[in-house]
């Protein structure tokens, strides 16, 4: 293996070991370095990953398919390398997606750089990965910071289609993405025989929070919902988190310090209301929204200011409001909150709510084993198959 910020120096030292061992009066010329070395960024979407926590603190599972796609064949991504003292140096000079043959199907980005812009900073590189974002930011060498990609990262979320017959960016599919973001913190890389450097695996993080209601279909008794939505949901959010400029400001596998500790809202962003969540197949009420902030500093809003969920249950003519809070006591992992505490919507949560209708009232029960009304979910790996194999879902 060729440690690479000596690269230049040992091929030097080997041309000089080569010359004077000859018994030619002519010296060799030294090899020269390369104009350009490949680097390689993987994409872990193995399905053991840890990205979604369960209630066994440590122990998570994978997204769906859908909450994991990256536009790769529209080539939605950027990658964008920093120095130790996240300064933008450049980027790429080409890429491609590429694939193991192993079991594990992990995917990754293969790229060209320049040596000179390796050379530049001591072939020691942080690594930034956006996807999904549909535009990207311009970012200048030497004059573009990590924090400077957070403070551009604002995007506008639409709660419907046009005339209002679609679901806008509510719900996930194959032509609607999560925006995501991922960096790999600064290391020194080295390079085998064939100029090439693994960057090492990347974590990704989304940008939204999904949000899924369903009746309590263990007890046969309970009516059905006919309607649920949102009094309020954010028409603006970050794709990037402000603050973040490493790998440990958002990853740290464990329940109550994951992802970041408080929603990144832009200013003067404006709610939509009584937003509609989209029936799915199985009969569940669901729609993916940007983080809202419940509690400023340490006091929750005003019952009329927060984010809350209405329902409406067949042949009942009236609402019922479902809070983000804990209406039962938290599993034990969950040390930070306690019961009846309200809770913001943060980027890659879902919160999940079983309801049932009462004569006089309505239950909301946190399913804690082998659920929790929050379940984490930092994973990207698909789901797959005993044999390894990627599982496609049918389209809904």
């Not at 030619?24 to 104009?35: G, K, L, M, Q, Y």
């Not at 990207?136 to 979320?157: E, H, N, W």
């Not at 109550?256 to 509609?276: E, G, L, R």
Request: with cysteine; glycine share 6%.
């Amino acid at each position: 293996m060729w440690i690479s910020k000596t690269l230049a120096t040992i091929l030097t030292i080997l041309a000089m070991c080569v010359a004077s061992a000859c018994s030619s009066d002519t010296p060799e010329a030294a090899p020269a370095v390369p104009d350009t070395m490949k680097l390689r960024l993987y994409l872990d979407f193995d399905i053991s990953s840890p990205t979604r926590a369960t209630p066994a603190q440590g122990d998570y599972q994978p997204g769906s398919i859908y909450e994991n796609m990256i536009d790769f064949d529209g080539k939605d991504f950027m990658v964008l390398f920093f120095d130790k003292d996240d300064n933008y140096v450049g980027s790429f000079t080409d890429t491609e997606i590429k694939a193991t043959d192993d079991n594990r199907k992990r995917t990754f980005i293969e790229g060209s750089v320049s040596s000179t812009l390796l050379e530049g900073c001591d072939y020691t590189l942080k690594v930034l990965l956006l996807a999904n974002w549909g535009s990207y930011p311009a970012a200048g060498v030497g004059l573009t910071k990590i924090t400077d990609i957070a403070d551009m990262s604002a995007f506008d979320f639409e709660t419907s289609d046009n005339g209002g017959d679609g679901h806008g960016d509510l719900i996930v599919d194959d032509t609607h993405h999560i925006p995501m973001f991922g960096i790999i913190d600064a290391k020194t890389l080295v390079f085998d025989n064939d100029m090439t450097a693994d960057l090492g695996t990347m974590h990704m993080l989304r940008a939204f929070a999904k949000i899924e209601v369903e009746a309590d279909t263990g007890n046969s008794s309970v009516k059905t919902l006919d309607k649920v939505f949102m009094n309020k949901v954010n028409r603006r959010g970050f794709m990037f988190p402000p603050g973040v400029t490493c790998e440990s400001d958002y990853r740290k596998d464990n329940f109550n310090d994951d992802y970041t500790s408080a929603p990144s809202i832009p200013a003067d962003t404006p709610t939509d209301a009584d937003i509609p969540f989209v029936k799915t197949s199985d009969g569940k009420w669901v729609i993916y929204v940007p983080e809202f902030a419940n509690i400023i500093g340490n006091e929750t809003l005003e019952e009329n200011d927060r984010a809350r969920i209405g329902v409406r249950f067949s042949g009942i003519d009236q609402t019922f409001w479902i809070d983000f809070k804990y209406y039962e006591t938290p599993p034990s992992y969950v040390t930070s909150l306690k019961k009846g505490d309200h809770f913001n919507i943060m980027r890659n949560n879902w919160y999940h709510y079983v309801v049932s209708k009462h004569p006089e009232s309505i239950e909301v029960k946190l399913d804690v084993t082998p659920y929790s009304s929050v379940v984490l979910e930092p994973d990207f790996g698909l789901d797959r198959d005993e044999d390894g194999n990627i599982i496609t879902p049918a389209k809904p």
